[in-house]
C-alpha cells in the first residue's frame, strides 16, 4: 500500500495513536519540501531523507518503486537470489551506494547496474557468486569501491572489470579463487588507479612474483592466508617486502606461513652473501655506455638457483627470463648489465633476492645509478655548492655589516657642539643639541668622561642648507637650567654645589 494525497488516517486506541511507517516517512518528506510524485517509500522499507533502508525484511524481489531521490538504498540481511536487469522501474541517477549483503545472490544479469549509473560504493559481500562474467559490472564507471569478499568465486572473465575506470578498492577476500586476477592491471578497460586489492583467503598456490614486485611500489595488495608454496622467488618477495616495511605484510606478517620443501634453510640459503652490513652504493656512467651494478649482499660465486630480480626505476627483470630485446641483463650471480645506458636509466634499482639471514632495516639493498656526464655533472656539482656557498657567505656578511651599521648610527653617533661668539649653539637646524659635557666643566677647562648627554628638539620647518640668519632654537646658556642640572647630578649621586651657576 503506498501513501497518496489523500488524508491519512491514524487509528486511536488506548494505549495511544499509531499512524503506518510509510505514513511517517510520507509526512516527513512533506516537511523537506518534496513533491508527492517523489515523496513514495516502499511499504516494506523505512525512508528518512534520502536515506532508503529495506533490511532485514526477508525481500525475495526487489521493490521497484525505490523513490528517485534516495542517494543510499540498503537490501541487506534479505532472501534475495537474483539481481536482474530491470529490477528499477527508473533511473536511481541520485544512487551512490548500493548495499546488497547478506543475501543469496548468485546471478547478476547483464547490464543488471544501467539503472545506476552515479553509484561509487557497491557492496555484495556474503552472497553466493561463483562466476564473474564479462559484462556484471557494465556501466559503473564511476565506482570507486565494490565488496566481493565471502562469495565462492571461483573464475572472473576477462573483461569482468571492464567499465570500471575509476575503481580504487577492491575486495576479493574469503573466496575460492585459484589464480591471482593480474588481468585486473593490464586489461586496457579495467581499472587505472587500483590503490587497494585484498585476495587474501582464497586457494592460491603461486603469486605472480614479478608483477608484484611492480605494483606493489603503487598501492596495498593484500594475499596473506593463502596456502602459498614459499619456493625462491616467493621468499625473495617476502623477505624484501618485510625490508621496505610494506604494510600488507607487516600488518599481517604471521599469516604467510610456508608450504613445500623450499626456504630459508633450502637451495636458497647459497644465494647469500656475508653478515656484513650493507651501505648505500652509486653508480654513474656516460650515455650510451655499458654498466655493470653488483647486487647487493651476493657473493661472487654464481649461485644454483637463477633467482634474482632487479626493480629499476622503469621495470623488473629477472635472471631467469632476460628479454632480448631489452637492454637489461641479469646474470645469474645477481649482476645486472644496462647496455648503452640512456638517461632514463638513472635512479634507484633494487636488487631482490632470497637470503639465509634476516636483513637489518638499516641495511642498503638498493643502488643508485647515475647516467649522465660524469665529469661535467661532477664539476656542475662542485660549481653549484661554490656558488651556493659565495651566495650564503655574501648574504650573511651583509647582514653582520648592517647590524654593526645599525649600531653605530644608534650608539656612535659623535656630537657636534659648536659655539658662537654670543654663545649661540649652532646645530642642523635646532634639531638636536648634544650636550657633550656638564656647562660648568666647560667654563672651567676640565671635563669627567660622564657621557654625553642630549637634548632632542622639535625640528624646525627651515632647511639646514639656507644661508639665511635663523634665530638659535635655544640658549646655551637657557638650556642649562636648574632642572636640568639638577636631574644631572641627581643620576650621578652629587647635588648641585656652585649656585653661581643655577639661573
Known amino acids: 500500500m503506498h501513501p497518496s494525497a489523500s488524508p491519512l488516517i491514524c487509528k486511536t486506541n488506548i494505549g495511544g495513536s499509531g499512524c503506518s511507517l510509510a505514513a511517517a516517512a510520507l509526512l516527513f518528506s512533506?516537511?523537506?519540501?518534496?513533491?508527492?510524485?517523489?515523496?513514495?517509500c516502499p511499504s516494506s522499507c523505512l525512508c528518512a531523507s534520502d536515506i532508503v533502508s529495506c533490511s532485514g525484511h526477508y525481500l525475495s524481489a526487489l521493490p521497484s518503486d525505490i523513490p528517485s531521490y534516495a542517494t543510499r538504498l540498503d537490501l541487506s540481511h534479505n532472501?534475495?537470489?537474483?539481481?536482474?536487469?530491470?529490477?528499477?522501474?527508473?533511473?536511481?541517477?541520485?544512487?551512490?551506494?548500493?548495499?546488497?549483503r547478506r543475501n543469496d545472490i548468485s546471478n547478476i544479469e547483464s547490464n543488471a547496474f544501467a539503472a545506476t549509473p552515479r553509484l561509487l560504493h557497491l557492496d555484495l559481500s556474503s552472497n553466493r557468486l561463483a562466476v564473474l562474467n564479462s559484462s556484471v559490472f557494465a556501466g559503473l564507471k564511476e565506482l570507486k569501491e565494490l565488496l566481493l569478499f565471502g562469495n565462492q568465486i571461483t573464475q572472473i572473465d576477462p573483461g569482468a572489470f571492464s567499465d570500471l575506470h575509476s575503481l580504487q578498492r577492491l575486495y576479493l577476500s574469503g573466496n575460492r579463487l585459484v589464480a591471482f586476477p593480474l588481468g585486473l592491471y593490464w586489461e586496457p578497460e579495467g581499472?587505472?588507479?587500483?590503490?587497494?586489492?585484498?585476495?587474501?583467503?582464497n586457494r592460491l598456490s603461486k603469486v605472480p612474483v614479478q608483477s608484484l614486485l611492480s605494483l606493489t611500489q603503487h598501492g596495498d595488495i593484500y594475499v596473506h592466508g593463502n596456502p602459498l608454496v614459499?619456493?625462491?622467488?616467493?621468499?625473495?618477495?617476502?623477505?624484501?617486502?618485510?625490508?621496505?616495511?610494506?604494510?600488507?605484510?607487516?600488518?599481517?606478517?604471521?599469516?604467510?606461513?610456508?608450504?613445500?620443501?623450499?626456504?630459508?634453510?633450502?637451495?636458497?640459503?647459497?644465494?647469500?652473501?656475508?653478515?656484513?652490513?650493507?651501505?648505500?652504493?652509486?653508480?654513474?656512467?656516460?650515455?650510451?655506455?655499458?654498466?655493470r651494478v653488483l647486487c647487493p649482499g651476493l657473493t661472487s660465486a654464481p649461485p644454483t638457483s637463477p633467482v634474482v630480480?632487479?626493480?629499476?626505476?622503469?621495470?623488473?627483470?629477472?635472471?631467469?627470463?632476460?628479454?632480448?630485446?631489452?637492454?637489461?641483463?641479469?646474470?645469474?650471480?645477481?649482476?645486472?648489465?644496462i647496455q648503452s645506458a640512456l638517461m632514463e636509466?638513472?635512479?634507484?634499482?633494487?636488487?631482490?633476492?632470497?637470503?639465509?639471514?634476516?636483513?637489518?632495516?638499516?641495511?642498503?639493498?638498493?643502488?643508485?645509478?647515475?647516467?649522465?656526464?660524469?665529469?661535467?655533472?661532477?664539476?656542475?656539482?662542485?660549481?653549484?655548492?661554490?656558488?651556493?656557498?659565495?651566495?650564503?657567505?655574501?648574504?650573511?656578511?651583509?647582514?653582520?655589516?648592517?647590524?654593526?651599521?645599525?649600531?653605530?648610527?644608534?650608539?656612535?653617533?659623535?656630537?657636534?657642539?659648536r659655539d658662537t661668539r654670543s654663545g649661540a649653539s649652532r646645530g642642523c637646524g635646532g634639531r638636536a643639541i648634544a650636550l657633550c659635557s656638564d656647562p660648568r666643566e666647560v667654563e672651567s677647562g676640565h671635563r669627567q668622561p660622564n657621557?654625553?648627554?642630549?637634548?632632542?628638539?622639535?625640528?624646525?620647518?627651515?632647511?639646514c642648507n639656507i644661508g639665511v640668519p635663523k634665530t638659535p632654537a635655544m640658549?646655551?646658556?637657557?638650556?642649562?637650567?636648574?632642572?636640568?642640572?639638577?636631574?644631572?647630578?641627581?643620576?650621578?649621586?652629587?647635588?648641585?654645589?656652585?649656585?653661581?651657576?643655577?639661573?
Open 451 to 463: 657621557g654625553k648627554r642630549v637634548a632632542f628638539l622639535e625640528p624646525q620647518e627651515e632647511d
Open 191 to 201: 581499472p587505472r588507479n587500483l590503490s587497494f586489492l585484498d585476495v587474501s583467503y
Open 475 to 503: 640658549d646655551f646658556v637657557h638650556v642649562t637650567t636648574e632642572g636640568i642640572l639638577k636631574n644631572v647630578r641627581r643620576a650621578e649621586g652629587q647635588a648641585p654645589s656652585d649656585p653661581a651657576h643655577v639661573a
Open 230 to 291: 614459499c619456493d625462491c622467488a616467493l621468499l625473495a618477495l617476502l623477505q624484501f617486502w618485510m625490508w621496505k616495511q610494506y604494510r600488507p605484510l607487516v600488518d599481517v606478517r604471521g599469516e604467510y606461513p610456508c608450504r613445500g620443501d623450499s626456504g630459508p634453510g633450502s637451495g636458497c640459503s647459497q644465494l647469500a652473501a656475508s653478515d656484513m652490513t650493507l651501505e648505500v652504493q652509486t653508480y654513474q656512467t656516460e650515455p650510451a655506455k655499458w654498466l
Open 30 to 40: 512533506l516537511s523537506l519540501g518534496l513533491p508527492l510524485s517523489v515523496a513514495t
Open 309 to 337: 630480480f632487479w626493480v629499476t626505476p622503469r621495470t623488473v627483470v629477472n635472471s631467469s627470463t632476460n628479454d632480448p630485446n631489452s637492454h637489461l641483463v641479469v646474470f645469474p650471480n645477481g649482476t645486472l648489465e
Open 79 to 100: 532472501v534475495l537470489t537474483v539481481l536482474p536487469v530491470d529490477w528499477s522501474a527508473q533511473t536511481l541517477g541520485r544512487l551512490v551506494a548500493l548495499v546488497l
Open 345 to 417: 636509466d638513472s635512479g634507484v634499482y633494487a636488487c631482490v633476492t632470497a637470503r639465509r639471514y634476516k636483513r637489518d632495516p638499516g641495511d642498503f639493498l638498493e643502488v643508485r645509478v647515475t647516467v649522465g656526464n660524469v665529469s661535467a655533472a661532477n664539476g656542475l656539482a662542485r660549481r653549484s655548492s661554490a656558488e651556493h656557498f659565495n651566495t650564503a657567505f655574501t648574504t650573511l656578511a651583509s647582514c653582520v655589516v648592517s647590524i654593526i651599521l645599525v649600531l653605530l648610527y644608534l650608539y656612535l653617533t659623535p656630537c657636534r657642539c
